[in-house]
């Protein structure tokens, strides 16, 4: 108080009308920056049990190798649907990239008959070539991302033009801020037939990924991409170093330069798949530099990106050391568990929008 005192009769007014304004500024701040969230599964195998004459999808029929029947299916949607509820807590992901999913059948009863059916979600799916009948697919929240446009990028491989696989996802769309983003989901060539052998599908698809983002680049100033999937290569592979030229976050990122949110996580031994003991990240999260720029309205950082690796997930790994995945099937053997990979999602921050958490309807 002696100090005050010592001050001006201008000055103590100043302090006063400062401390007066300052927790309503506060409060304001918390306000404008709304979390978003955005997640990427692969959730193994999610079939229907309906026979589709155009792919290989025997395995997955009731009379099939696997077994696979109605209780089971639905038993898988109903696990599919509490994982993304359960990421989401209170407020379920605006925006959810799936892999391995067969159909659409099997994507409107995931939203109309899972956990998620009080949120309202849409989705984008096209049925793709690949022999086994597994595509990607999007969900996402009418009220949280106003979709432009869809459309899905083929691969064909000029050496092995017999040899069929997923397409590419590419979605258009608005977010609350007013921004847009342009999403990629993707699920690049498995590693079945060995790491090597298969290494040049992953390159071509990778390089496919890489001429989409070069036109998005050319054609909008500063673009939002987010590239998401299960890349089935780690983040310091030749397909996601060289070929997309993903480089570890920056403080000082470059718009157009692509950064991978999930190097970092792998360099620290985490992972949303585990191979022969090892945790990996083969699924990731690639982002434009625009959206780490944390001037602009709508971004996100390095450590916004996490796996989610809840216990229920889980299961103990009896070959190696700790846990693993909990997955549906071991081999042929059902293991009624959740997926072979664990979710990877990243939030990012909007510093406006409007505020739209009520229950939506779903229009599908």
């Given at each position: 108080?002696?100090?005050l005192f010592?001050?001006t009769?201008?000055?103590?007014?100043?302090?006063?009308?400062?401390?007066?304004?300052?927790?309503?500024t506060?409060?304001?701040?918390?306000?404008?920056r709304?979390?978003?969230r955005?997640?990427?599964?692969?959730?193994?195998?999610?079939?229907?049990v309906?026979?589709?004459s155009?792919t290989?999808?025997?395995e997955?029929?009731?009379?099939?190798?696997?077994?696979?029947?109605?209780s089971?299916y639905?038993?898988?949607?109903?696990?599919?649907?509490?994982?993304?509820?359960?990421?989401g807590?209170?407020?379920?992901?605006?925006?959810?990239?799936?892999?391995?999913?067969?159909?659409r059948?099997?994507?409107v009863?995931?939203?109309?008959?899972s956990?998620?059916?009080?949120?309202?979600?849409?989705?984008?799916?096209?049925?793709?070539?690949?022999a086994?009948?597994?595509d990607?697919?999007?969900?996402?929240?009418?009220r949280?991302f106003?979709?432009?446009?869809?459309?899905?990028?083929?691969?064909?491989?000029?050496?092995?033009?017999e040899i069929?696989?997923?397409?590419l996802?590419?979605?258009?769309?608005?977010?609350?801020?007013?921004?847009?983003?342009?999403?990629?989901?993707?699920?690049?060539?498995s590693?079945?037939e060995?790491?090597?052998?298969?290494?040049?599908?992953?390159?071509?698809v990778?390089?496919?990924?890489r001429n989409q983002?070069?036109s998005?680049?050319?054609?909008?100033?500063?673009?939002?991409?987010?590239?998401?999937?299960d890349?089935?290569?780690?983040?310091?592979n030749?397909?996601?170093?060289?070929?997309?030229?993903?480089?570890?976050?920056?403080?000082?990122?470059?718009?157009?330069?692509l950064y991978?949110l999930a190097?970092?996580?792998?360099?620290?031994?985490k992972?949303?798949?585990?191979?022969?003991?090892?945790w990996?990240?083969?699924?990731q999260?690639?982002?434009?530099?625009?959206?780490?720029?944390t001037?602009?309205?709508?971004y996100?950082?390095?450590?916004d990106?996490?796996?989610?690796?809840?216990?229920?997930?889980?299961?103990?790994?009896?070959?190696?050391?700790?846990?693993?995945?909990?997955?549906?099937?071991?081999?042929?053997?059902?293991?009624?568990g959740?997926s072979?990979?664990l979710?990877?999602f990243v939030?990012?921050?909007?510093?406006?929008?409007?505020t739209?958490?009520?229950?939506?309807?779903?229009?599908?």
């Open positions: 108080m002696k100090f010592k001050m009769k201008k000055e103590v007014v100043f302090i006063i009308i400062l401390l007066f304004f300052l927790p309503e506060a409060t304001m701040q918390n306000y404008e709304e979390r978003y955005i997640v990427s599964y692969n959730v193994e195998n999610y079939f229907d309906v026979n589709d155009a290989i999808d025997e997955f029929l009731p009379d099939g190798a696997r077994r696979w029947n109605f089971r639905k038993t898988k949607q109903m696990r599919i649907g509490k994982v993304l509820a359960a990421i807590g209170w407020n379920a992901p605006q925006i959810v990239g799936l892999c391995e999913v067969e159909s059948k099997s994507l009863d995931l939203i109309r008959y956990g998620l059916k009080s949120f309202g979600y849409q989705f984008v799916h096209y049925d793709s070539p690949d086994r009948g597994v990607v697919a999007l969900l996402y929240r009418p949280q106003k979709l432009i446009n869809s459309k899905p990028v083929h691969i064909h491989f000029p050496n092995a033009p069929r696989t997923r397409d996802l590419l979605v258009t769309g608005n977010v609350p801020s007013g921004d847009t983003l342009h999403i990629i989901v993707c699920h690049l060539p590693r079945l060995g790491e090597l052998e298969s290494e040049n599908r992953r390159i071509f990778a390089q496919t990924i983002v070069d998005l680049i050319d054609t909008y100033k500063k673009p939002n991409i987010i590239i998401m999937g890349f089935n290569d780690y983040p310091d030749k397909s996601i170093t060289q070929v997309l030229k993903a480089e570890s976050p920056s403080a000082t990122p470059q718009s157009n330069k991978n190097l970092p996580l792998h360099r620290a031994g992972g949303t798949y585990k191979h022969s003991g090892q990996g990240m083969l699924d999260f690639i982002v434009s530099g625009n959206l780490l720029n001037e602009n309205d709508f996100t950082q390095q450590a990106a996490n796996v989610f690796d809840e216990k229920f997930l889980l299961e103990k790994d009896a070959a190696g050391l700790g846990t693993k995945p909990f997955r549906t099937y071991n081999g042929f053997a059902y293991n009624n959740y072979d990979h979710p990877l939030d990012f921050w909007m510093k406006s929008r409007n739209e958490n009520e229950t939506e309807s779903n229009d599908d």
